[in-house]
């Protein structure tokens, strides 16, 4: 085994994870329609948080001819799909039944966006720091609107704000894997 296939193995696990988390809780939200009160916000974060999740993973082949790896690379390579996976968890209650997603989405929002933004952090500076990379280029053009849209959402919980920004975060998402990341 290589050193990239040991190092994914990690990253596959934690993304893994999330997703598992995502679909787990999508289908439990499905089952238990009738009882709760879906929220269009709040399903578009979870698309959100699941397209961020495959990025991570997605991205990450383009490390695999680094050579040398370290723990501290290891760890700020985790930071985004850690972060990912906890917003994942947070993004459902624990208790299914009855739930009203809007009450839910904006109960939890600071908690979500600054793990968000803390997310977008890691997996901005993690390649300059451990590769030599450029902190300011056109890929991470979009990582600068993230983060401070995840600081906006975090601080101020005006519906109308969520309602722009989210689905606009989830286009600049999309976008960024279309323009930078669309083949291996």
């Known amino acids: 085994m290589d050193r990239f296939s040991f190092v994914m193995v990690l990253l596959s696990i934690i993304v893994g994870l999330g997703v598992t ?7 439990r939200q499905i089952r238990n329609r009738a009882r709760s009160r879906f929220y269009w916000l709040h399903s ?15 991205e990450a082949w383009d490390q695999r001819l680094v050579e040398t790896w370290s723990f501290p690379i290891l760890l700020l390579m985790l930071g985004g799909p850690i972060g990912l ?7 459902f209650p624990d208790d299914a039944e009855g739930v009203d997603y809007d009450r839910h989405y904006f109960a939890n929002t ?3 966006y600054l793990l968000g933004a803390a997310t977008v952090v890691f997996a901005t500076i993690y390649r300059p ?24 959402l975090a601080i101020w ?3 109308m704000l969520h309602q722009i920004l989210v689905p606009l975060l989830f286009a ?3 976008l960024d894997v279309l323009v930078f990341h669309f083949a291996l």
């Open 110 to 112: 600071r908690q979500t």
């Open 44 to 58: 578009v974060m979870v698309a959100l948080v699941f397209i961020a999740l495959l990025q991570q993973w997605w």
């Open 21 to 27: 988390e995502l679909l787990t809780n999508v289908a």
């Open 172 to 174: 600049a998402l999309v």
């Open 85 to 91: 996976y906890i917003i994942s968890h947070l993004l």
């Open 157 to 159: 919980k005006a519906r």
């Open 129 to 152: 720091l451990s590769f030599g990379h450029g902190l300011v280029d056109m890929d991470n053009l979009s990582s600068a609107f993230i983060l401070a849209a995840f600081l906006a």
